[in-house]
């Protein structure tokens, strides 16, 4: 039913994107680990959609986009809402993420995995959430709840930011995470009846790693 809902609404796809300036905000599924473990200070992302839209330059984009599990899962008004907001676009949710993101001038997000696709790409990161792995890095910009986002939203928009350093930061966060990281081969979170036992030796091999590398 909310899928009929969604359909109804004007939906941005990619192609009209790219036509405009925008940061790309990032929706999670609720309930989800990441959201509500990880960030529980976070929980409100409605509330990151309009501290973000708030602050915007003239003429940029909020361009918000849902996960397709979170889909009938929203208030019954949720969208609506968001396009309430004349600087804020609401994405086809079937259009590719990492699409959205690479076109867009700055990613935002609470803790999902966009966070972390738009570190490794060099792109500046509005992270919503405290505890992200990326938080440390200089292109990674944390916002606090309410605080104004006026000077990291100008600084994006004016290309008044280390572009080359950003890249490099990104691509050695990318060989760090690789490195301490194992292939979990055909694995798949939503059919885990379709678990490869082979991916069990590496997976101790690596916690016990850890483990020595904590104990050092």
């Not at 004007?10 to 940061?23: A, C, F, G, Q």
């Not at 910009?141 to 104004?148: L, Q, R, Y």
């Not at 790693?209 to 904590?214: D, G, P």
Request: aromatic share 10%; net charge negative; with cysteine.
């Amino acid at each position: 039913t909310q899928w009929r809902m969604l359909n109804r609404l004007p939906l941005t796809s990619l192609e009209d994107l790219k036509e405009r300036d925008y940061v790309f905000f990032a929706l999670q599924e609720e309930p989800e680990t990441t959201l509500t473990w990880q960030s529980p200070e976070s929980l409100p992302q409605f509330s990151y959609i309009w501290q973000i839209a708030r602050d915007l330059p003239a003429g940029a984009f909020l361009a918000v986009k849902d996960h397709v599990f979170a889909i009938g899962r929203r208030p019954s008004e949720f969208y609506q809402q968001i396009l309430d907001f004349k600087n804020v676009l609401l994405i086809d949710p079937l259009e590719s993420g990492i699409a959205v993101m690479h076109h867009a001038r700055a990613a935002a997000t609470v803790s999902s995995t966009v966070c972390f696709e738009a570190t490794f790409a060099g792109k500046p990161v509005i992270s919503c959430g405290r505890h992200n792995l990326p938080n440390f890095l200089d292109h990674v910009h944390v916002a606090d709840a309410g605080a104004s986002l006026v000077e990291p939203l100008r600084r994006i928009f004016d290309g008044n930011w280390d572009q080359e350093k950003a890249r490099a930061d990104g691509a050695r966060f990318h060989q760090a995470l690789k490195s301490v990281a194992f292939d979990f081969l055909d694995y798949d979170m939503n059919r885990v009846e379709h678990f490869n036992p082979a991916i069990v030796p590496p997976a101790l091999t690596a916690l016990e790693q850890s483990l020595a590398n904590n104990d050092a």
